[in-house]
């Protein structure tokens, strides 16, 4: 998978999540219907936070790549999507790599993007290293 293709996809289905939970609290009259995530609603506000976590690292993160080194399923759903924890070896620009374990939600069921030795663009937030997201294309 090429890198921007891979940064692309990480894109897509953060949209493709707020899609489906919106539809999904649509289908559910815009009620806190229980799903195997839990209470849509709390998915939904999970889902809008993270968005604006992911969008205030792409304006304000530093530059950097991350490998993978495990991916593993955590069991949880949030709106019907499966959430992993990856952990990756970061590597910010100029510096010394680092090992993190990322939290992500994956739109739908399909992780195999997420392998061992796959790499992407990260964004890296400057007051917590620790703090990462996949960066969008350029």
Request: glycine share 14%.
């Amino acid at each position: 998978m090429g890198l921007f293709k891979g940064m692309k996809d990480s894109m897509d289905q953060a949209r493709q999540m707020q899609e489906q939970a919106a539809a999904q609290m649509a289908a559910a009259g815009g009620m806190g219907a229980m799903g195997a995530g839990g209470d849509m609603a709390a998915d939904a506000a999970a889902i809008n936070a993270s968005g604006a976590e992911m969008r205030r690292l792409w304006a304000e993160g530093l530059d950097g790549t991350g490998v993978i080194k495990d991916a593993r399923d955590t069991g949880e759903r949030l709106a019907g999507n499966v959430v992993l924890d990856l952990d990756l070896v970061v590597t910010v620009a100029g510096g010394e790599p680092y090992q993190v374990t990322h939290r992500m939600t994956i739109a739908g069921t399909d992780t195999s993007g997420y392998q061992p030795g796959s790499e992407y663009a990260l964004k890296i937030d400057p007051e917590n290293r620790d703090n990462v997201t996949f960066a969008p294309a350029a």
